[in-house]
């Protein structure tokens, strides 16, 4: 049976490379990447370098680097079957995750998937199409799925193991929660 294909699509962030920092059996070591050049790619490419050189648990992955303007273009001639790669590049990027979809690539996207309320419904066309053509999109940022993390929320809620909350007041409260991600954000006074 063949392997599967990681394809990253213009990697603006680390997620892309949290991806390969091990090899899996099912992956083929060669991963296509398609984005202009430029220092994300730079970047990009320097992480997985690291990855493969590390003394430790070192990955062999071997990338075929498609690097333009027309990248998005060249993406779309992919053959099907394999895993599109999408983070940061937040504009945008329903309609780089609609391509990928569309080509019969499966999805997984860090978030946001869409950064306006009026993106809705290309959100929900994404969605639709991936259903239909049996598809994967998912969010790659698995943290909040992942067992240990499930664990130790309700370890946290435990009175016996984690002990009474403490009393507070909307100036001091007992416990402060925070949390990085949002469906919608701003940053540096400029939606993302």
Not at 50 to 78: C, I, K
Not at 85 to 106: P, Q, T, V, Y
Not at 158 to 167: A, M, Q
């Amino acid at each position: 049976m063949p392997k599967t294909t990681l394809v990253v699509v213009d990697p603006g962030h680390f997620h892309a490379t949290l991806v390969q920092q091990q090899m899996y059996p099912e992956l083929s070591s060669v991963v296509r990447v398609y984005a202009p050049l430029g220092p994300d790619l730079i970047d990009y490419v320097s992480r997985i370098a690291r990855y493969n050189r590390r003394p430790q648990a070192a990955t062999d992955w071997r990338l075929d680097v498609h690097a333009g303007p027309d990248f998005l273009n060249r993406m779309r001639d992919e053959p099907p079957g394999g895993v599109a790669i999408f983070s940061g590049r937040n504009r945008g990027k329903i309609d780089r995750i609609i391509a990928a979809l569309e080509g019969g690539l499966h999805v997984l996207a860090d978030k946001p998937a869409i950064i306006e309320p009026a993106d809705l419904p290309r959100l929900e066309a994404a969605l639709t199409l991936a259903n239909e053509q049996q598809l994967v999109l998912a969010d790659m940022m698995t943290g909040r799925h992942n067992t240990l993390v499930r664990l130790l929320q309700a370890l946290r809620r435990d009175p016996e193991v984690f002990g009474d909350p403490l009393p507070g007041t909307g100036d001091e409260p007992g416990v402060l929660l925070s949390g990085v991600h949002y469906l919608r954000k701003a940053a540096a006074a400029t939606t993302c």
